[in-house]
């Protein structure tokens, strides 16, 4: 397909596989879905700066095709991690969680696209002023972080679009190709997909993560930890702490140290999916097989063409 996306960043299908902390902290994700056309992700945020240095010089020899790194701009030596960034010559940054303002000036320098991720009509303004190349817009269905007004994604993009000029990727609640059809029959110029990838030979997560991911259906995440910083994750025993924690009103210093207390890296690395936090989207219910990420970019090709091709048929 060609779209503002593909075009703007030189990638054959416009799929982008969003940045998943610990499961894309690696080359091997990020590399196998660039190599299959589409637009791979190193997640930057939970990594180490000489770690991420090295990783990324082993994405370059992994791949000849665009690639992406993103990084939560709030994080601890974001400020050196932008640096190496920079030195690589890193061809796409998707940035979220800070402003992009003061990063993008030298990234022009090396004619490097930059991504801003928001999740409301809001954000997205500010970052379009900004003079960002595109947005990837997330609604509420997304694992991670989204919106905590959990208005969905259909709504969400749609409102975005209506606003602004600039390329936008969607994001949440698609896991195969004919949600990719339903947001670029929205306006989206592509799709991002997180708990898809996640459930992939390649994601470097626990098998006891993928496996909770993988017996999920549709209605078995929540948006967690609405008074601080909330993440959609499964319902398990972290989960249930805050939800009783929210009934009874705990202090506010009680809550969020009950909320820090659990980590995404507890459940990705160490295999506690019973305390950590399961980052997940609602797209878990539709997913039901652990596949390649090769076999998954096919799938999802396939899957568009069948979509849009039932379209076509419907205005003859």
Known sequence: MNTRITRLLGIQHPIVQAGMSWASS?????????????????AAGPMYLEDFKTTLAALRQATDKPFAVNIPLYRVEADKILDAMFAARVPVVIASQGGPKA????????????????????????????????????????GGHPPANEVSTLVTVRRVLQEVSIPVIAGGGVADGWGIA??????ADA?????RFLLTTEATVHANYKDAVLRADVADTALVGRRSLPVRALKNAFADSIFEAERRDAPAAEYEALFKKSTLRQA??????????????????LVHRIASAAEVMQSLVDELAQATARMRTMSE
Do not use: Y
Request: aromatic share 4%; no cysteine.
């Open 268 to 285: 990705a690395l160490d295999g506690d999916v019973a305390w950590g936090k399961v980052e997940a989207g609602q797209s878990a219910g």
């Open 182 to 187: 339903a947001l670029l029959a929205l306006g």
């Open 103 to 142: 990063h993008l000036p030298r990234f022009r320098e090396i004619g490097a696209k930059w991504i801003q991720v928001v999740s409301t009509l809001e954000h997205a303004k500010k970052a379009q002023a900004a003079g960002v190349d595109a947005l990837i817009v997330v609604g509420g269905e997304a």
């Open 191 to 195: 799709v991002q997909l997180g708990t």
């Open 26 to 42: 690696s080359a091997a994700l990020p590399a196998a879905v660039s190599n299959a056309g589409g637009l791979g992700v190193l």
